[in-house]
């Protein structure tokens, strides 16, 4: 899943990228867009990797792009800069918050350019298919038309009204009908606050929380200093600040789940490796992840669940204890699942 961090210029969100990534901004890059691909961090491979012992242990991955700062005052260029973002599969939407700006405000100012662009590009397409109605086609083809056009009426209103095309309640199929539209307000979207050394430790505003109830921060200018230091130096710097970790890791975790995103793990001598998918996956899904032959043959898996294995700690105590099961082609994969996949060749 591709990740899109957005945000005001000055927001720190290419900072954010690096403490993410690992990798510099590379400002020849940035009008296109500058990908990274982070390693999501699990302890639960880390367990399953030192009782089996494999040669190769494999985490998911999350793709992060980093986009263009939006101007906050002159919007004309901001619709051009927040369409690189419309192939991602969310928004990581990044806050300034160590100058003392109102954080609520911002994060207003800009859903509301989301809203703009949207309504550009919706209002732009209703354009359009009004010349289409006026030319001679056949009755089916104007019905389609016709049936586009007062879909997309309708989500320009909720767009004018100042909400995001979410909420106008769309219908499976007519998801399906402007799904080539990429519309910014129906992406996922978490909200992260680059904050300042003086916040560690001081709640989020109330007023944001409202806005965002999953928001979260980091002091991410400090983290990357802090990550240059050596061990003992980066303890007693932290002690210092009130700090127990560094909290990196925590966080890709954080977005990753945020995402709808969760992992079922592949295990063995060979390799033990983790396998991002979205929440509500059937087992045939998840198995195409792995290869696409598989979720075609898909006949069923074997599946023990993470906690269980814990607690049982070999797949053959999972079975004497029964938590070792088939799962049919309905099986709603469980984050945390270990799997095994049968599939017809």
Not at 49 to 71: I, V
Not at 228 to 239: H, I, N, W, Y
Not at 246 to 275: H, P, Y
Request: net charge neutral; with cysteine; glycine share 8%.
């Amino acid at each position: 899943m591709k990740i899109g961090i957005a945000g005001f210029s000055g927001s720190g969100k290419s900072t954010v990228f690096e403490w993410l990534t690992g990798e510099k901004p590379d400002p020849s890059r940035l009008q296109q867009g500058q990908v990274g691909n982070p390693a999501v961090p699990d302890p639960r491979l880390n367990f399953l990797a030192s009782l089996f012992n494999p040669k190769k242990t494999t985490f998911t991955r999350m793709e992060l792009l980093d986009t263009p700062g939006l101007h906050p005052t002159e919007r004309r260029d901001n619709p051009r800069r927040l369409a690189i973002l419309r192939d991602a599969g969310g928004l990581l939407v990044v806050l300034n918050g160590f100058s003392g700006e109102n954080l609520a405000d911002a994060l207003r100012r800009f859903r509301e350019e989301l809203l703009f662009a949207d309504l550009e590009v919706i209002t732009n397409r209703i354009d359009k298919v009004k010349d289409q109605l006026k030319k001679s086609k056949p009755a089916k083809l104007k019905e389609l038309d016709e049936l586009e056009h007062a879909l997309l009426t309708r989500i320009a209103g909720v767009l004018e009204g100042g909400q995001g095309a979410a909420a106008a309640n769309l219908k499976v199929d007519e998801e399906k009908m402007i799904r080539s539209f990429q519309l910014l307000t129906l992406k996922p979207e978490l909200v992260f606050v680059n904050i300042g050394d003086d916040a560690i430790g001081k709640p989020l505003p109330e007023a944001l929380l409202k806005l965002a109830p999953a928001a979260f921060y980091a002091p991410v200018k400090l983290e990357l200093e802090l990550a240059e230091l050596g061990e003992e130096d980066r303890k007693a710097f932290m002690a210092d600040l009130g700090m127990t970790d560094l909290s990196r890791d925590d966080n890709i975790r954080k977005i990753f789940a945020g995402m709808n995103q969760i992992v079922f793990f592949t295990v063995g001598e060979d390799e033990c490796r983790s396998w991002a998918i979205p929440k509500g996956s059937t087992g045939p899904q998840g198995a195409g992840q792995i290869h696409s032959d598989l979720e075609r043959g898909f006949v069923r898996a074997e599946v023990v669940s993470y906690a269980d294995f814990q607690k049982h700690r070999s797949m053959k105590e999972a079975k004497t204890h029964g938590v070792y099961r088939m799962e049919g082609k309905t099986y709603i994969v469980q984050d945390g699942d270990i799997m095994h996949i049968l599939a017809s060749t």
